[in-house]
């Protein structure tokens, strides 16, 4: 049995679809071999996502009744902006419909042609915005943490920014960004530690700090259970520490807002958040709700109460590390130690055969999808190789990762336990799972829409 309990009851419940293996294989073959083309119809689990994929509170859903439609100075935006504000501390509070919104209004502010970009990682949408601007994204996660278990594997390497801020490209550099939790490195969280001595650099260079937050009740969460001497201390107080040395943050509120939809900016300069609010108007609509509806920002305000709920968030990391545990034990290597959003998984380590450029992280999760019509995502090449500017093979990620996310107060510990022995049938065939090729690809973000095809085993070449 686990050790947690859900800290909810389940007062509506949703058919799960149970394809057949031959109904899995027409599927995965029609996508193309990427995952995101399956229809929901077609799938088990959902693992694919956090993001959106929330199962949302009666009160929030008492709250959407509510929601006040105007289309300009609704109240359900003030609701909103007086929880972010007291939740964050900042004045200037956008509305915008999802996270990849906010940081493109923002770095578009902040950024030009030749400027740099600098985190402990970029997510594969906040680099492409930051690309989309003519900058360039530099990420400085501390090496370290991919090969040993680390409290604070999230954080940003204080010796690299130095060398880059105080080097001959550090006038380039217009922005630090620092993801909370991690989404790129393992789901790993930030210190606090470690934001107090970027804000100090920062402060020394001219440069502001930014907050990518769209997990910051988990990351507050981590660092409590990460640290000595917090036991006394509320999420809510460390998130709101963190908050308190940044210049302004974004968020996906569609992962610690519980809600299917949303987004915002929140910051200190008046100035930057005119701008910001002059570009929104020229996409996301009025400033007061940013492409929502009333409704939407009812549910926003009542979720961003309820995440930062000790027991709701002790659920998330004990059930995270009870998961971790049951797909090691299938024989998968898993990165530890895990965080909350996500449990994720070595596909580089446990498919040591095929090379980089044959996607072993796509090719694990196909056969996750082909044996249990479990979905989940890759975090490798696919998703962040880089296309070689001299023409040839592209540059292969960091790592090859694939990502069991973990939609929130969705699933049941029954339905994990699914997932791994799901897992354990793939582990025991690992020799035998074969690579795949990209066919067809566009985009800065190609793992979308991009088509895939299996390579032949290897044997056979």
Known sequence: ??????PF?????????????????????????????????????????????????AAQWSAMLSGDESYAGARSFERFETVVRDLM??????????????ERIVLHELLGPGDISVSNTHFDSTRASV???????????????????????????LDALVALLGGESGDRVRCVVLTITNNANGGQPVSVGNVSVVRRLCDQHGVPL????????????????????????????????????????????????IANIGGLIALRDEELAARCRGRLIETEGYPTYGGLAGRDLEALAQ?????????????????????????????????????????????????????AAELPAT?????????????????????????????????????????????????????????????????????DIRGYRIVEQSGAMRQFTARLAPLAARANR
């Open 89 to 102: 501390g900042y004045r200037e509070v956008i509305p915008v419909h999802q996270g990849r919104a906010a």
């Open 9 to 57: 009851r389940i007062k509506s419940v949703e058919p799960i679809p149970f394809p057949t293996v031959g109904q899995r294989k027409a599927a995965l073959d029609a996508a193309g071999y990427n995952l995101f083309r399956i229809p929901a119809r077609a799938i088990t689990i959902d693992l694919l996502t956090d993001s959106g994929t929330s199962a949302m509170s």
């Open 363 to 431: 090719a694990l999760a196909n056969e996750l999808y082909l044996a249990g019509a479990v979905r989940v995502t890759e975090l490798g090449t696919l998703v962040f190789g880089r296309p070689d500017p001299a023409g040839g093979a592209d540059i292969p990620a960091p790592r090859e990762l694939v990502r069991f996310a973990l939609p929130r107060r969705v699933y049941t510990a029954n339905h994990l336990q699914y997932v791994a022995e799901v897992a354990e049938l793939v582990a025991a065939k690992a020799a």
């Open 303 to 355: 979720g961003l109460l309820e995440v930062t709920e000790p027991e709701y968030l002790r659920y998330r990391a004990e059930s995270a590390q009870w998961f971790a545990d049951l797909l090691e034990r299938a024989g998968l290597p898993v990165l530890r130690p895990a965080g909350c959003h996500a449990v994720y998984v070595d596909a580089g380590q446990l498919l040591d055969h095929i090379p």
């Open 210 to 257: 930014f907050l990518d937050a769209a997990r910051f009740a988990e990351n507050a969460y981590l660092v409590i259970t990460r640290s000595a001497g917090l036991s006394d201390t509320t999420p809510k107080e460390i998130a709101r520490a963190i908050f308190d040395l940044a210049d302004g943050c974004w968020a996906s509120l569609k992962k610690d807002g």
């Open 1 to 6: 049995m686990p050790p947690f309990m859900e």
């Open 131 to 157: 690309e989309a601007a003519g900058a360039q994204a530099v990420d400085l996660p501390i090496a370290a943490a991919a090969a040993t278990p680390m409290p604070f594997g999230g954080d940003i390497d």
